[in-house]
């Protein structure tokens, strides 16, 4: 009995935490150190979303449009990308938020702070 009030309440807290976070950020970064190349982030918005992904030199590998109404989860598989620095870039209507992303041996590693961050003016 013990045991399933301290696994439960573990559960609860975990739960908790998870649901202030997505309602805290508005774009949350998935696969920090796992042991794969596959990204995953989560964007919560009611809005058109463009996301980029493009090499060191600028160069664009992937771009799609999302309609985002609530929350949306998106993954990439980056097994084919070459070991090196590459950029996930989200632009909505207010800003443009540039994230790097490492990509080495048998993992990708997406950095949780921006790379770079501009906020569009209000016209």
């Known amino acids: 009995m013990k045991k399933i009030l301290k696994i439960s309440l573990v559960l609860g ?13 508005n774009f949350s970064l998935h696969n920090k150190f796992r042991q794969e190349k596959m990204i995953s982030f989560g964007l919560e918005d009611k809005d058109q979303v ?4 493009y090499d060191a030199n600028d160069k664009l590998i992937h771009s799609e449009n999302l ?3 609530g929350k949306l989860v998106r993954s990439y598989d980056l097994n ?5 620095v590459y950029y996930l ?3 909505s209507k207010t ?11 048998d ?9 770079s961050e501009v906020v569009k003016p209000s016209l």
């Not at 084919?80 to 090196?84: Q, S």
């Open 80 to 84: 084919n990308f070459n070991e090196g």
């Open 13 to 25: 807290i975990v739960l908790l935490a998870m649901n202030v976070y997505a309602v805290a950020v």
């Open 50 to 53: 463009k996301i980029s992904i």
């Open 95 to 105: 800003k443009i938020t540039k994230y790097e992303v490492l990509v080495l041996n």
């Open 67 to 69: 309609a985002v109404d």
């Open 89 to 91: 870039v989200e632009e």
């Open 107 to 115: 993992s990708a590693t997406i950095m949780s702070n921006p790379f």
